[in-house]
């Protein structure tokens, strides 16, 4: 599927049935039953008495300590930090419900489904795997990367393996299962040219297998071990409708978990650099598919919360470059970014075999910070003893300081840079004031008409308390109904979100995040749909939440009417008796601000 599309009514019901929450739930978290109860240490807080409980056949999830509640779906995207999308179809893979978009014309055309897919690639790295432990060809392959290092216990755990350089032993194998060209050039492991003929797209390397969030095999990297073969060092899989490399970061369906919850991540340069380290226990490594980072892998990790990024590339001049560069981008964002100083010639694998990982931690303990590493870097080219070139050198630094987005980043971090410099702070503000203006007013539109609108805060977080609490706590529904109309909501897509739950529940339908799905009608619903759904409420304080925004929401309602009833009056095309009308209903809604009363 694409990254937002709708799928089929009756393949959504299908799938809702089929759902075992304590199945989904029990592959991360240990449940105990008591009769018809499981229940398990909660893993959205920390507690030592288990608070987390499933009752048998129920659809939710609810934990007595913390308040978190919801579905297979509320469960995926809170604890694995997945997105609406990517939740329902680790489900579906599951519980093995196929799918099918109803948006795009070339998904609804496909020949395969991404099952398919999977099936052929996991296939191909078993065969990879096997091949490279039990051919005469593979034990080359083997022997090197037991010279590296690499023992049976790593390649096992991370299913490495080898490509014949013969062709037809790959081919062979894989319509012995009765894969076709077709599907097996669709997932990436052939290629056919022009001329018509076929050619595996591995051959004679080392392969690594891409892995997606859920484990699922979505491509290779390979890397070659002679020089006879043609091409680069590494080459991965073209691309696929699993994979893409723009989005995909290496040993992320290792690590994805940890980042999400400590909020930092450590970045390196190469696939056996990022295994070692998750293999050492550094769950929160992930790499590259190539030599730069993008703008599409570095949402993929602010889209799980990050706040900090350890970039800890190889130790020459090519990885100060990069860091420099990737370290940029992070900063952009608002991401403070450390510097590993990394011994020269040397990557992470050969520092962790060489000296364990305890002296790893000290190198990540002893990072420099971002704006350290840059004046170090530039210095190379600039001499500070020299007033002309560090006036030189300091406009280069602060110039890219000021292209980056956040108002705050930059002035906090033109501080620094002076304090780094030695530089009177004086100075830089007379330089800054005209600068600080523009940056202020230039970036003002984004970050607080659109990024900040209180309004649209209050009416998600009306639905929120809507969607995650109106099932188990009939109270906050019955507040909601009595006090709420769709009027009251500016948002169009929350407005819609409102009727569509009130119109379920008027009908006495079922109402869960799967027939919510059924009802999403474009990419820009879902992603809402999402941004309700993904944060947790505390049901404790469900009842005084609710009160309080159905109160902030019937006050700006009241405080737009009332304007409208202004302009109406101001307009001069009402007559004498219209304008008093108005005043006086004016006047009468100065004293009769809307309330909840219980």
């Given amino acids: ?178 894969f076709s060209f077709r599907l097996l050039e669709a997932a990436g492991l052939i290629h056919t040219f022009e001329s018509r003929q076929k050619k595996v797209f591995f051959s004679n390397r080392v392969t690594l297998p891409i892995l997606d969030s859920n484990g699922s095999v979505i491509g290779f990297s390979a890397r070659k071990i002679s020089e006879e073969v043609f091409g680069p060092k590494y080459i991965n899989s073209p691309e696929t409708c699993l994979f893409k490399k723009a989005r995909t970061l290496y040993g992320m369906s290792f690590s994805r978990r940890r980042i999400a919850k400590e909020r930092r991540v450590i970045i390196v340069e190469g696939q056996i650099d990022a295994l070692r380290l998750i293999q050492e226990g550094f769950t929160f490594t992930v790499a590259g598919q190539g030599t730069a980072m993008n703008m599409g892998q570095i949402q993929e990790l602010l889209n799980l919360g990050i706040t900090q990024v350890y970039l800890a590339l190889d130790g020459d001049e090519a990885g100060s ?33 060489e000296k364990g990982p305890q002296f790893f931690v000290e190198l990540l303990k002893n990072a420099s910070d971002y704006l350290h590493f840059v004046l170090k870097h530039l210095s190379k080219d600039h001499t500070i003893s020299s007033p002309a070139q560090k006036t030189r050198l300091f406009h280069v630094i602060a110039k890219q300081i000021r292209s980056w987005k956040h108002p705050l980043m930059v002035h906090e971090s033109l501080r620094k840079l002076t304090k780094l410099m030695q530089i009177p702070q004086h100075i830089v503000d007379v330089e800054q004031k005209e600068e600080w203006s523009s940056i202020y007013v230039k970036r003002e539109g984004s970050l607080f008409a659109v990024d900040v609108d209180p309004r649209r805060i209050l009416e998600i977080d009306l639905l929120r308390w809507l969607f995650l609490a109106g099932k188990s706590m009939p109270i906050v529904t019955k507040l909601i109904k009595a006090h709420l109309e769709s009027k009251h909501f500016s948002i169009e897509i929350c407005r819609r979100f409102f009727s569509l739950y009130i119109e379920k529940l008027e009908q006495q339908e079922s109402i869960d995040f799967l027939t919510i799905a059924n009802n999403l009608e474009s990419a820009e619903e879902q992603l809402v749909f999402s941004e309700i759904i993904q944060k947790r409420v505390n049901i404790q304080r469900a009842e005084k939440g609710v009160v309080e925004t159905i109160n902030k929401l019937l006050e700006y309602h009241w405080m737009e009417e009332r304007e409208k009833i202004k302009v109406q009056i101001q307009s001069g095309r009402c007559s004498e008796e219209e304008i008093l009308c108005l005043a006086k209903r004016f006047d009468a809604m100065k004293t009769a601000i809307p309330r909840v009363y219980k």
């Fill in 1 to 178: 599927m694409g990254n937002m599309d709708v799928y089929r009514a009756e393949d959504l019901e299908i799938l809702k049935e089929k759902i075992n929450l304590i199945e989904v739930v029990s592959s991360y978290v240990s449940l105990k039953s008591t009769g018809n109860v499981y229940k398990g240490i909660c893993p959205f807080h920390e507690e030592k008495t288990p608070s987390f409980i499933i009752q048998k056949g129920e659809a939710y999830y609810h934990c007595f300590g913390c308040g978190a509640h919801g579905d297979a779906i509320t469960f995926l995207m809170n604890y694995m930090q997945m997105r609406f999308v990517e939740a329902v179809e680790t489900l579906a893979e599951r519980f093995h419900v196929p799918l099918r978009g109803v948006v795009k014309e070339e998904q609804a055309n496909a020949d395969f489904r991404k099952k398919d897919l999977k099936e052929v690639l996991l296939t191909a790295a078993q065969f990879y795997h096997y091949y490279l432990l039990h051919s005469e060809e593979g034990g080359h392959a083997l022997a090197y990367l037991y010279e590296r290092g690499l023992d049976l216990n790593f390649l096992s755990l991370f299913t490495i393996g080898f490509a014949p350089k013969n062709n037809q032993i790959f081919v062979g194998f894989m319509q012995k299962h009765r």
């Fill in 321 to 353: 470059i990069a860091a420099y560069k990737i370290g940029n981008l992070f900063q952009n964002e608002g991401v403070e970014v450390y510097v590993v100083s990394m011994p020269i010639d040397k990557d992470p694998d050969t520092i962790l075999r």
